[in-house]
């Protein structure tokens, strides 16, 4: 738990810093899914996905997660449709 909160709280300077970079926002996207604080994935994957729409992959994956875990599975089976459309 110590690393983690180590590494949240970095990333979180981090995303002052650079609140558009696509690196920064999905490693704490990921780190959070990782956390359970799925509240914090939607909107730093969601950013991701805006930057960069075309290299998602897992992303797509994870941000389907956090919305089925937040209480919107109509915006989780829309994100995994669109990740599995891929293949």
């Known amino acids: 738990v110590g690393k983690t909160a180590d590494a949240i709280a ?3 300077r981090a995303l002052k810093l650079r609140p558009q970079d ?3 926002n999905l490693h704490m996207g990921a780190l959070f899914a990782h956390a359970h604080r799925f509240d ?4 730093l994957l ?3 996905k805006q930057i960069h729409p075309d290299s998602l992959g897992m992303t797509q994956v ?15 089976v829309e ?9």
């Not at 914090?40 to 909107?43: D, E, K, M």
């Not at 994100?79 to 293949?87: D, K, P």
């Open 22 to 24: 696509l690196g920064v």
């Open 40 to 43: 914090r994935v939607i909107p």
């Open 46 to 48: 969601s950013t991701a």
């Open 79 to 87: 994100e995994l449709t669109e990740w599995m459309q891929r293949f």
């Open 10 to 12: 970095f990333g979180e």
């Open 62 to 76: 994870l941000l389907g997660m956090a919305y089925a875990e937040t209480g919107d599975p109509g915006k989780a």
